[in-house]
């Protein structure tokens, strides 16, 4: 009985209720005497998403439509004049009998030639600096013209304001912002500029966000640029684009050596004996893994490999002992420094070491779903069985990683995802596999395992998947360990930073000092080439501010009425 929507459709049409609501919108679009009116709750994160796309379908036959956002708060006053006012716009639509405009409201996308894969510079939003300079250079290698934007970029939570709903999700305003504020920053030939996005094809708005970033370009007047998705399944074609084996090489390589990279600068940093010692060596092996890019044959990646791990496991380092705290969360605001308001930074300036699960976990996370989809779901066999082999492809880019940071002196390996998953069957289903999904409470319990019982588990605002399975885990990982010092931070653009960093303080205040990297079974200090020495405690900044040094007398407290 709904109308047939005229496709393609800007969006990604992925949930089935919604597409009933496009259809909907289509059949009214048909219907003089028919009016929509859609209502949404605040807080449904899909809304953002398919509010636009009803909004499109409907302009594009000239006619009207009207959203009304309904929560326990508001107020139906309002609602009632939003009513009264279509009701006269439609009266005063029949009294002037105008012929309005109607056309398609299909969306032709720009598709990436392959004339421009020469003459075109890609763009790509920036998620994790140490891991997306090498991931440049990948590209650069396949032939592309490629640039991953500015690490901090002030403009862009502004400009993702502008132009994206603002009841999206806060990573899809900050990379559509990103982009768009680069288009317009005057540094780019319009006509020879396209941009680059992921399709993850998970439930979330994560498949959506290339929606989003056209939605902004024909806001913003430059709907002629090209959004290319990149995507394992291939959502959409674009001649001038295409995943080739040396491409998927070369960035499986870019993101192992990036994990490496941060897990070794990361643990050592906070206790240098030298100041930028750290970085230097960060700066050293970021050019070599550049420069080798594109011819890095397996010999060279090994060697390179086995290079960090040696010169990170000889930096001289302080003999002084700090709280360790992990960093888990929404993959965006985990890794990217603008929308986390630089919390590796903040913490290691409070005096503390930040624990990084790595990058590569969140693609193991993406392939091993199919695990769970033949199991529960009744795919078949085949979905199961990809899964596993994805998997095991993917180890084996990170054999020698491991084995190197297994027979290190101050390095941990990383663990199987399998092992992930059996850490928390019995506490979140492992269906759960929109955003974050299982594996962020995975990466809790894996970081309370490795004694990091401090964790800040930091997560957009309006994220609703890890709302459920971040801060929604967080009671029940208090009560299975009890030491868990756990703290939710949530992020968005009109978030307070002060408050972010009051919630980070309280977390650092209340965490107890882990083990130092050279720290033996003793307890003591083992400094490499020889030497033992007795470890300083120092605590993160504020740290013990809570404890009761000045106990309050009873008589002193105001009595209550
Ligand atoms: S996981 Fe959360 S933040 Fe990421 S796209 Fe989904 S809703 Fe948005």
Redesign the pocket.
Known sequence: HLGSIERPLRIMDQWTYHNRLYRAASFVSGMPNLELVQLTSFGC?LDAVTADQVDEILRAKSRMYTLIKIDEGSNLGAVRIRIRSLIAAVKARERRNLRLPVKSSAYRRQVFSKEMRYTHTILAPQMSPIHFRILQQAFRAAGYNFVILDAVDPAAVETGLKYVNND?????ILVAGQMIAALQSGKYDLNKVSLMITQ?G?G??????IGFIRRALADAGLSHIPVISLSAQGFEQNPGFKITFKLLDAALKAVIIGDLLMRCLYRVRPYEAEPGSADRLLEKWSTVAERAMGHMGVFRYHQIIRGIVRDFDRLPLLPVKKPRVGVVG????KFHPTANNQIVETIEREGAECVMPDLADFLFYSFSTGIFRHEELAFPKKTERNARLFVWLLERYRTCMKRCLRKSRRFEAPTLIYKLMKGVDDIVQTGNI???GWFLTAEMVELIRDGVSSIACV??F?????HVTGKGMIKELRRRYPDANIAAIDYDPGSSEVNQLNRLKLLLSNAPVGRHPDEGADGMIHVPGGGVVEPELRHAEGGMAFGDTEPVNASDMPVAD
Do not use: F, K
Not at 204 to 209: E, G, K, S, V
Not at 330 to 333: A, N, R, T, Y
Not at 462 to 466: D, E, I, R, V
């Open positions: 994160g999206a999700c806060y990573p899809s993850t998970g979330c708005r994560a498949t959506n966000y929404e993959i965006l605001v929109m955003g974050e997560q957009p309006a994220c609703l998947p890890n």
